[in-house]
């Protein structure tokens, strides 16, 4: 064989050099449709194999992938992506497109934030941020903005969200039985195929009970989450069901605990930031 990329003779499969596969060939209508499919993991059998073993053995699944078995399963942050796209599509057509009752309650609940911050300021609308003089209005919409922003690319947010479990969980399962001593790198690739999880069961639920207003991030009931948590730490990291259960208590306070502690950073800066310019 010669490859068509860089032109290296070889035997085989694939090319020694570069890497690209023998049957690279001129594109067909077989061929555009196929690399179509494969953008949305649907023209191999990873992504389909991915989400079952998610639904039927999440813990043994994860722990296979971080021992090194990651060529059968779909990469797991663009699993979440597709996955979020796909439930994005079923919300809009189970509860009308788009999903209007969401969106207005959204916007709604940000105007009225906006609409307080600048009530707060009305009697003095400037204060000096360090490289300028930004209003009390500019600030709020800001804030507003950004909460629009985190709230129409979900997967981002779900990302963020999740920045917090993979440091609660490291910090709470670092002496597992099973895996001792995780990663912070190994701790994120496990919430992000628990959030893929989470996300195929929200699809699933959507199709039965209909889109939820007002959910941000998940429309299953907050018991069968933990459930969900207890069930995935449990295999994964190989404690008790006992021991399981309080360590994923754990985990969850230990979020709300580093959520509190962020928001009393931002607030704090805020304030300092806030503070009202010397007059003269």
């Known amino acids: 064989m010669r490859c068509l990329n860089c032109h290296t003779e070889y035997e085989g499969h694939y090319c020694p050099e570069c890497g690209q596969s023998a049957k690279t060939s001129r ?24 989400v079952w073993h998610l639904l039927t053995r999440p813990g043994q699944m994860i722990g296979d992938y971080l021992d090194g078995k990651r060529m059968p399963y779909f990469p797991p942050v663009k699993l979440l992506f597709v996955l979020c796209v ?7 057509f189970s509860h009308g497109f788009p999903d209007e009752t969401v ?47 985190f709230y129409a690319h979900k997967p981002v947010t ?46 699933l639920y959507t199709l039965v009970f209909g889109s939820q207003d007002g959910a941000f991030f998940y429309p299953l009931p907050g018991w069968l ?12 990291f ?16 230990c979020v709300l605990l580093l959520f509190i502690v962020l928001c009393s950073l931002v607030f704090s800066l805020l304030s300092l930031a806030l503070v009202p310019s010397p007059v003269g």
Request: proline letters at 3%; hydrophobic letters at 45%.
């Open 225 to 236: 989450l933990m459930l969900l948590f207890v069930w995935d730490f449990k295999y994964l």
């Open 158 to 203: 779900l990302l963020c969200l999740h920045l917090f479990f993979t440091l609660s969980a490291w910090i709470v399962f670092r002496r597992a039985p099973k895996r001792p001593h995780t990663t912070l790198a190994e701790n994120f690739f496990v919430q992000v195929l628990i959030s893929s999880q989470l996300m195929v069961l929200s699809m």
């Open 238 to 253: 190989g404690y008790s069901w006992p021991k399981t259960c309080g360590f994923t208590v754990l985990t969850h306070l």
């Open 103 to 149: 969106t207005d309650n959204h916007a709604e609940a940000t105007t009225l934030l906006a609409e307080e911050l600048s009530e707060r300021g009305k009697n003095n609308t400037l204060f000096d941020f360090g490289i300028g003089k930004v209003s009390v209005e500019g600030a709020a919409k800001s804030l507003a903005d950004t909460l629009d922003w």
């Open 27 to 50: 594109f067909t209508v077989k061929s555009v449709f196929s690399n179509t499919l494969d953008v949305w993991g649907m023209g191999s059998r990873s992504l389909p194999r991915t």
């Open 86 to 92: 796909f439930y994005a599509l079923i919300t809009s």
